[in-house]
């Protein structure tokens, strides 16, 4: 009977677990569509403030506004984690009224291969 039991919590967990992986599947799209489908793409370090809620010391934006204060919002299902004092590139959306990013637009920890192909491609200051 116990085993039963548990193997029914084991596959309600599964089943749980499987639809929120396929929510938040993402599709392969290049930096250039991820570019072009962003409202806002800027460098700057992360500086947690709540849980789903974000700012950034603004080093470089290449496309849109954004101010010191502006916060950076993602979902608790499918919202992109910043670890604290990391700059990373943000791929961001306003469309809302307030910018927010999450697992799928783009936004990664800055490497050298990223800000070269947006310097390359996407002056900053340049729409």
Request: glycine content about 8%; some cysteine.
């Amino acid at each position: 009977m116990k085993l039963v039991l548990l193997l029914k919590v084991f596959i309600v967990g599964q089943l749980l677990a499987a639809s929120h992986a396929e929510a938040c599947k993402c599709g392969k799209e290049s930096f250039s569509v991820k570019f072009n489908n962003a409202s806002l793409v800027f460098l700057g370090t992360s500086i947690p403030d709540a849980k789903g809620k974000y700012l950034f010391k603004i080093k470089k934006v290449w496309k849109g506004k954004i101010r010191e204060d502006d916060f950076v919002h993602t979902s608790e299902d499918c919202g992109y984690h910043f670890h604290p004092k990391t700059d990373y590139v943000v791929f961001a959306d306003t469309k809302s009224g307030k910018i927010s990013t999450d697992m799928c637009s783009g936004s990664a920890p800055s490497t050298p291969t990223l800000l070269k192909w947006l310097d390359e491609n996407r002056p900053a200051g340049k729409q």
